[in-house]
Every structure is written in C-alpha cells, then in structure tokens.
C-alpha cells in the first residue's frame, strides 16, 4: 500500500495519492495528489524541475480524495461547550474537540458561542495564537459569535436573559464583545435598530468579520438591505426566522432575491435530517447551489449518549439523535456530524457528488476568502484532506500532509 524511496536529492519529502478519484473543478475525475510541505505541487514542477520521485507513494485504492471539511458552526463536541468555557482552559477545550472532529472529516472549524453575558465574551475572546497551527488536529479559522444582538421573538435556544435587542451600533458590538481579535463570524438580526449602520462599519473597519444574519424576525425587505449593507451570509435557513409567505418571503426569500446586489450570499444549512425537510433542501439546492454551506450547528452533546447536557447557561435533552431544549420542542441545535451532513444532502437533494462535498468544501472557503488555501485541491492550496468511500464514509482524514486519523479496519489501514 505504501511504497516508500530513498531521496536521491536533498529537499523535503514527497508524497504521492494515487489510485485515486479526486474532487476538483465541480467533478470528480481519475487522478493523483501530489505533497509536501503540507501544501498541494503540481508535480510537474518536481518532475522536470527538480528532476525528482515521489519520497512516499500512497495507494488509495479507489478513494476519493476531497478537501478536508469546513464547519463554520459548531457550538461544542464531545463533552466541550464553546459557551461555558473556564477561564485557563480555553484553549484546552478548544483544542480536544479539534482533534476529535478529524475523525468526521473535518479540518477546519469555527468555534460557536451562542448569547452570553458580556463578562464571557472577555474570558473567551483573548486570541488564538498557539493553536491555529498546531499538529494531529483540525485548523480553528476563529470564533463565530452569534448573538446576543438578536430577536427576542426568534431567540431559539438562547437565554433570553442576555439577549440584546433594542439596539445596536459599533460602540455597543464593541462593549459587549471587548475584542474581534479572532473572530470569524458575527450573527445579529438586522430589523434591530442601528444593525445597518453597524453592518457597514464592519464591512469597512473589520472586513475580516464575516456579517451574517439570523435569529431574526426580519422581513425581506430589511434582509436585502443587510445584504447590501454588507453581511454575506445567512445563519441556518429556515430556523430561527419567519417562515416563508407568499407575499413575504422573509429572510428565506434572500434564495431568489435579485435586489441584493452583485456580490455573493451565502446560507447555511443544517443537514441532519431534523432541522430541514429533504422537500426544503432539494429548494435550497435548485435556488441557490454556489450558496449553500453546511454546517453541523452541532451541540456540546455530539459524540456522547443520550441524555441530559449543557449549551451555555440552557439546558439540552437528546433524545433519539434530537436535541430540544429540556421541558419544551424547541430545537436547541443538532448532535449530526459533518460525514453525515454531507451524505443527506446528496441524498436529499440528488446533487453531485461534487456538489454535496463542496458545499462543505469549497462554499465555506469562498465565503471566509480562504479558497486560495482551504477547500480545494489546487496547487499552492493547503494539504488537508479528506478520503471518503463510495458511500461518503471518511476512511482517512489528513491535516498539512500528515495523515492525523485512519478508520480502525479502513482501507488505508492494511
């Protein structure tokens, strides 16, 4: 299966993914991947440039080679809850759930904080530097803070206690978070007085926040103009906002809206077969398939029995793969991992192959700018990959060149 070769060079080792199916361009063809450094070579260049063989050759054995997935939403995993951190073990927490989610696919994610009170934003928000990049486990590309500046209508699983919805400007994002070192993504609901004003001053003074809406009662007439104001992204379609209407189609109308402009919208979608009908997805896809990104929107509980756990300061009941918050039908978010999400949507949808693993892939990478590096199989584009079977199962997952998780008894394994 692996055939290793004395350098005849001096250099860093080179491996070579053949035998394999690989996902590129909206297809998925015959062919290899080429490694070093943690970076995809176009092995040309080390052909007739360096004159020189692969170090390390893998047979795949009919795999197809993907980019590793993207979650740009995840509240918690594995016992691990983004928004009841302690103060000293940030870090710690983070990191434990990084390495578990390799074995899902999943090498890049953005850590979720639901609605906390201000003083958590400060313990948490404190930078990320030592982790980004650490080995044998998934990147962490920032924080996704969503909420507390949210409808109160819409709340979902949020305390009400601390969420803020009467107003919003620049200076009370600012004194509510603290600090946007290190964060990703913000989700706020845009009808909240001075969400437009705030929405545009991110756009110009923080490009690198990614304004996305949601929990909000909006109707689409605000949506647009958050659109146009500068947020990219919708925060799980169909939850947590006005439900479709003929006359108006809410946050849900921004699917078809050809009042937003030229640039991009994105929305997320959560694909465990709970939060959205197959019926909603097959829509979603036909709409709109460059803007759909899913995203697990996963719990603290997810990888743990059924039962009793924590989403912040909530309390969440699983039962039966549903998590509700404890007492009443409320979907408090979902215990389905990335494998999984990739695998509904295809069926849901009967899209591509390429199609569904992009939409894990490629989309989130757009989205965060990032697709020069992260979501996809391009030269120059960093080496974290994923192989999957035919049925989408992940057999191997492998994080900057180096292969961080194999399935026990897997193909990759003899």
């Given at each position: 299966?692996?055939?290793?070769?004395?350098?005849?060079?001096?250099?860093?080792?080179?491996?070579?993914?053949?035998?394999?199916?690989?996902?590129?361009?909206?297809d998925?063809?015959?062919?290899?991947?080429?490694?070093?450094?943690?970076?995809i070579?176009?092995?040309?260049?080390?052909?007739?440039?360096?004159?020189?063989?692969?170090?390390?050759?893998?047979d795949?054995?009919?795999?197809?080679?993907?980019?590793g997935?993207?979650?740009?939403?995840?509240?918690?995993?594995?016992?691990?809850?983004?928004?009841?951190?302690?103060?000293?073990?940030?870090?710690?927490?983070?990191?434990?759930?990084?390495?578990?989610?390799?074995?899902?696919?999943?090498?890049?994610?953005?850590?979720?904080?639901?609605?906390?009170?201000?003083?958590?934003?400060k313990?948490?928000?404190?930078?990320?530097?030592?982790?980004?990049?650490?080995?044998?486990?998934?990147?962490?590309l920032?924080?996704?803070?969503?909420?507390?500046?949210?409808?109160?209508e819409?709340?979902?699983?949020?305390?009400?206690?601390?969420?803020l919805?009467?107003?919003?400007?620049?200076?009370?994002?600012?004194?509510?978070?603290?600090?946007?070192?290190?964060?990703?993504?913000?989700?706020?609901?845009?009808?909240?007085?001075?969400?437009?004003?705030?929405?545009?001053?991110?756009?110009?003074?923080?490009?690198?926040?990614?304004?996305?809406?949601g929990?909000?009662?909006?109707?689409?007439?605000?949506?647009?103009?958050?659109?146009?104001?500068?947020?990219?992204?919708?925060?799980?379609?169909?939850?947590?906002?006005?439900?479709?209407?003929?006359?108006?189609?809410?946050?849900?109308?921004l699917?078809?809206?050809?009042?937003?402009?030229?640039?991009?919208?994105?929305?997320?979608?959560?694909t465990?077969?709970?939060?959205?009908?197959?019926?909603?997805?097959?829509?979603?896809?036909?709409?709109n398939?460059?803007?759909?990104?899913?995203?697990?929107?996963?719990?603290?509980?997810?990888?743990?029995?059924?039962?009793?756990?924590?989403?912040?300061?909530?309390?969440?009941t699983?039962?039966?793969?549903?998590?509700?918050?404890?007492?009443?039908?409320?979907?408090?978010?979902?215990?389905?991992?990335?494998?999984?999400?990739v695998?509904?949507?295809?069926?849901?949808?009967?899209?591509?192959?390429a199609?569904?693993?992009?939409?894990?892939?490629?989309?989130?990478?757009?989205?965060?700018?990032?697709?020069?590096?992260?979501?996809?199989?391009?030269?120059?584009?960093?080496?974290d990959?994923?192989?999957?079977?035919?049925?989408?199962?992940?057999?191997?997952?492998?994080?900057?060149?180096?292969?961080?998780?194999?399935?026990?008894?897997?193909?990759?394994?003899s």
């Open positions: 299966l692996i055939n290793k070769k004395t350098m005849t060079a001096t250099g860093v080792s080179v491996a070579r993914y053949t035998n394999c199916k690989v996902v590129c361009h909206g998925v063809l015959p062919g290899d991947v080429w490694v070093r450094e943690g970076k070579i176009n092995p040309a260049d080390l052909f007739y440039g360096e004159k020189k063989l692969p170090d390390t050759v893998v795949c054995r009919g795999l197809i080679v993907a980019p997935f993207i979650d740009i939403q995840i509240n918690g995993a594995f016992g691990v809850d983004f928004s009841s951190l302690q103060e000293g073990s940030v870090l710690e927490c983070i990191e434990k759930v990084a390495r578990g989610l390799v074995a899902y696919g999943v090498t890049s994610f953005c850590p979720t904080i639901v609605t906390s009170p201000p003083d958590y934003y313990t948490v928000l404190k930078g990320l530097s030592g982790l980004q990049k650490g080995k044998n486990r998934a990147n962490v920032g924080f996704h803070l969503e909420g507390p500046f949210i409808s109160m819409k709340k979902g699983a949020h305390n009400r206690d601390y969420v919805y009467k107003e919003l400007s620049p200076s009370a994002l600012l004194s509510c978070y603290h600090s946007l070192q290190d964060v990703c993504i913000i989700t706020l609901a845009p009808e909240i007085p001075g969400a437009m004003e705030t929405i545009r001053w991110l756009k110009e003074e923080h490009s690198d926040v990614i304004v996305s809406l929990h909000s009662s909006a109707h689409l007439g605000v949506a647009e103009e958050g659109i146009r104001s500068g947020a990219k992204l919708v925060t799980h379609m169909f939850n947590a906002m006005l439900p479709f209407h003929h006359r108006d189609p809410g946050i849900v109308g699917l078809a809206s050809l009042a937003i402009g030229p640039g991009p919208a994105y929305f997320s979608l959560i465990d077969g709970i939060h959205a009908h197959e019926t909603v997805q097959r829509i979603a896809f036909k709409a398939p460059q803007g759909i990104i899913l995203i697990t929107d996963a719990l603290p509980a997810t990888g743990l029995p059924d039962g009793i756990h924590v989403l912040g300061l909530m309390t969440v699983v039962k039966g793969g549903v998590a509700t918050i404890t007492g009443t039908d409320t979907l408090a978010g979902s215990v389905v991992t990335m494998d999984i999400c695998k509904e949507f295809k069926k849901a949808t009967d899209c591509t192959l199609q569904a693993i992009e939409a894990a892939t490629l989309h989130p990478a757009q989205l965060l700018g990032l697709e020069g590096t992260k979501g996809t199989l391009n030269y120059g584009a960093d080496a990959l994923v192989f999957l079977d035919e049925s989408l199962t992940v057999q191997a997952t492998c994080v900057a060149g180096d292969i961080v998780w194999k399935a026990p008894g897997g193909v990759l394994c």
